[in-house]
């Protein structure tokens, strides 16, 4: 299977709103920029939350980054792999 990115910093809701990033997707991986790039994109809570609940809709498991801590909170983290990942 190839992979497939969805750029949700420029188009958030449209991709989300179609479903178009959950259909036929069997994870999702999330996180931030990391780097010292000028204008690096600093994801804000409520983007990732919008995805999880796109993925949640679409039974998709989702994978956050450490990079993503900061934003989540240990709390907040989801570490959930797809089904032929599990042992």
Known sequence: MGEVIC?????????????????NTNWIIIG????NR??????K?????A?????????VPVFMKDSLVPIMGEAGMRREL??????
């Open 7 to 23: 750029d949700m910093s420029k188009s958030m809701m449209y991709f989300l709103g179609g479903g178009q990033c959950v259909k």
């Open 38 to 43: 000028r204008g690096k994109v600093v994801p």
């Open 45 to 49: 809570r409520a983007w990732i939350e």
């Open 51 to 59: 995805i999880c609940a796109a993925a949640d809709a679409g039974g």
């Open 82 to 87: 797809p089904a032929e990942q599990r042992r």
């Open 32 to 35: 931030a920029e990391t780097g």
